[in-house]
């Protein structure tokens, strides 16, 4: 049996309020347990004493009767001391989506071409004498 510390929902809707539990991997989430260690409230600020309750003794117990806590909970037990959660690296999430791309290739676009739109009449400037002479000779005809 595969035994995991995870949390079960509970609170109302749009309220939600966890239950940290030792449960069999394969029964509900907020299903069958078979023991609570504590309990977490995510709305309660950060720093409140009642956010996070777990009884660090069942914790210890239940890892080494090979419970393994789900990432969530493992956050919560490397708070309290108990594991060390390995740090993870996700060097894919920085990167901008598909989207994203797409915006940054049409405005980069568009800067090209009002660079170029601004380059052109700074030069037609410099033609516009050129071609004033050619009328000025047919005038003088």
Partial sequence: MSLKIRLARGGAKK?????????DSRSPRDGRFI?????FNPLLPKDHAERI?????KAKDWLAKGATPTDRVLRF?????VMTRPARNNPNKGKPGQKALERIELRRQAEEEAKAA????AEAPAEAPAEEAPA?????E
């Fill in 15 to 23: 309220r939600p309020f966890y239950r940290i539990v030792v449960a």
């Fill in 35 to 39: 023991e609570k260690l504590g309990t």
């Fill in 53 to 57: 309750v777990l009884d660090v003794e």
């Fill in 77 to 81: 037990l490397d708070a309290a001391g």
């Fill in 118 to 121: 601004a380059e052109a009449p």
């Fill in 136 to 140: 000025e000779e047919a005038k003088a």
